[in-house]
């Protein structure tokens, strides 16, 4: 496609409960980020990829987040034992190489924990 | 390390009005500069981004931002608010050189009034 995607747009799920958000790249785009965007806040970064391995995951708040990037392309971001804090949104964004300087953003996976 | 601080949660203008936002950085070495704009329940854009060449930089929409060393600034302007400005708006900053994580601001809710 054009942009990057994200799915799914919304997901709403139960304290406790594992998800999975998911994120299509652009096509040739080998840097990939994560961010978590808390209401009235700004995007903060969780981890990003350069091509398959996780370059940089100092932001990733601790153990039950998780992400992975098996073929280089599609990226899938988990979280364990959800909790109501988790509550978020969820922004992907990819770049044409580790030294560029555009990210483009998806529209972002709306979490919400009940 | 990298920070930014967005002056104003919440700025209002009225239509046909100077838009000024603003946003100051601090940073141990050279930074990389950008504005983003999003809209409700969708991603981020980018309006323009400063990476070391022109001091004044003109971005999409009207925009354009001016990097001040001296002032640590880099405030957001617009010389005539459309409706259609009414957005969220991000700075953001990285240091340059290769893979650099990106931290943003906690943006600025810019309101036109008809």
């Known amino acids: 496609g054009a942009g990057v995607s994200q799915t799914p747009s919304n997901k709403v799920t139960e304290k406790g409960k594992y998800v999975e958000l998911r994120c299509d790249p652009i096509?040739?785009?080998?840097?990939l980020y994560w961010y978590r965007q808390s209401l009235g806040q700004g995007p903060e970064f969780l981890i990003y990829?350069?091509?398959?391995?996780?370059?940089?995951d100092s932001g990733l708040p601790n153990d039950r987040f998780f992400a992975v990037r098996p073929e280089g392309s599609v990226s899938t971001l988990k979280i364990q034992r959800t909790e109501r804090g988790d509550s978020a949104m969820y922004l992907c964004?990819?770049?044409?190489?580790?030294?560029?300087?555009?990210?483009?953003f998806g529209p972002g996976t709306r979490l919400t924990v009940l | 390390a990298q920070s930014v601080t967005q002056l104003g949660s919440h700025v209002s203008v009225s239509e046909g009005a100077l838009v000024l936002l603003r946003c100051n950085y601090s940073?141990?070495?050279?930074?990389?500069l950008f504005w983003y704009v999003q809209y409700p329940n969708q991603g981020l854009q980018l309006l323009l981004k400063?990476?070391?060449?022109?001091?004044l930089v003109k971005g999409i929409n009207g925009f354009e931002a001016e990097f001040k060393k001296s002032e640590t600034s880099f405030h957001l302007t617009k010389p005539s608010a459309h409706m259609s400005d009414a957005a969220e708006y991000f700075c953001?900053?990285?240091?340059?050189?290769?893979?650099?994580?990106?931290?943003f601001g906690t943006g600025t809710k810019l309101q036109v009034i008809p």
């Open positions: 953001a900053v990285r240091a340059s050189g290769g893979y650099q994580k990106v931290t």
């Open positions: 990829f350069q091509g398959t391995g996780a370059a940089d």
């Open positions: 400063y990476t070391s060449a022109a001091t």
């Open positions: 096509s040739g785009h080998t840097a």
């Open positions: 940073s141990s070495v050279p930074p990389y």
């Open positions: 964004a990819t770049q044409q190489d580790r030294g560029d300087n555009e990210q483009f």
